[in-house]
């Protein structure tokens, strides 16, 4: 039996066509199969950029099924790349399990660096990007969805989801009702398509912009919403962490001051907090 081949995971444009790399071009040519979340959105791409390599489908409802067989290929030598509709497969998008079976089975597998509508959305927002967790599509279900929106509630970092257009408007009410409209949340719509746009504000003003043009409401959105406020007596358990480590290698003061820059801290409160450590304040 010949050596087990390469699975790749392939990165493709979210929208613009431009923004797809010489790698993922030369793996695309010279795989013998793509794997494709949908073939015939696949095909256009492929059509555009004039490679002609085979394609199968791989998706939610077949993906099981079809695993099994292409790492049954890749164990007889052929190499496979997996590609979703847009941005990086696995991200929201069916793949999980054919990783997984060739992971098991010693198949060498290789991701790509590219395109991602959640990464793409939060370097432009304005938001804290320190920390940040993404939560890929919201439930559908109404319980579901708010028992999910209610972690926010106490979430010191910037959540990211998608949401699907039928579903923005109940899904800003939703996050109104829980979080009331002191958080900033951001629209991201139609990344890096001739409409793209970055709308920012409370839930209800977001709502207002929604609904003054109804085709505001159509195509795809990122949504972001923005850690909690930290409370003035409330210090962050990363930030502790952070001053704790720097406490045992510098004074207190000069710990808790680096500490304050870094998260935009009271010095005086991390300097009460460090104390709780054993640290002398006068080791100047």
């Known amino acids: 039996m010949s050596a087990p081949a390469t699975l790749y995971i392939v990165p493709t444009p979210i929208g613009n066509l431009e923004d797809i790399t010489a790698r993922a071009l030369r793996i695309l040519e010279t795989v013998d199969w793509i794997a494709a979340e949908d073939t015939r959105h696949t095909h256009r791409l492929l059509q555009h950029v004039g490679i002609k390599t085979r394609t199968l489908s791989l998706h939610e409802h077949n993906e099981e099924k079809r695993a099994a067989m292409l790492c049954r290929r890749l164990l007889d030598g052929e190499s496979?790349?997996?590609?979703?509709?847009a941005g990086t497969p696995l991200i929201s998008d069916p793949g999980f399990l054919l990783v997984r079976h060739c992971t098991d089975q010693n198949i060498p597998v290789v991701p790509l660096p590219g395109p991602c509508a959640a990464i793409t959305a939060l370097s432009g927002s304005g938001l804290p990007t320190d920390r940040f967790i993404f939560e890929g599509f919201l439930p559908v279900?109404?319980?579901?969805?708010e028992t999910?929106?209610?972690l926010l509630k106490e979430r010191n970092?910037?959540?990211v989801f998608y949401e699907a257009p039928r579903r923005v408007l109940d899904t800003l009410a939703e996050i109104q009702k829980i979080l009331g409209d002191d958080r900033r949340i951001v629209l991201a719509k139609e990344l890096t398509k001739a409409f793209e746009a970055y709308v920012g504000g409370s839930a209800s003003e977001l709502i207002s912009w929604l609904e003054a043009e109804p085709a505001r409401?159509?195509?795809?959105f990122v949504l972001m919403v923005s850690p909690a406020p930290v409370k003035e007596t409330e210090i962050p358990a990363p930030a502790l962490a952070l001053l704790e480590e720097l406490a045992e290698v510098l004074p207190l003061k000069k710990a808790a001051a680096i500490v304050a820059g870094h998260y935009k801290l009271k010095k005086n409160a991390l300097y009460q907090a460090g104390l709780s450590f054993g640290q002398q304040s006068d080791k100047e």
Do not use: C, I, N, Y
């Open 80 to 85: 496979v790349a997996l590609v979703s509709d």
């Open 157 to 159: 970092a910037t959540t």
């Open 148 to 150: 999910l929106l209610k």
């Open 141 to 145: 279900k109404k319980q579901a969805k």
């Open 217 to 220: 409401q159509k195509g795809e």
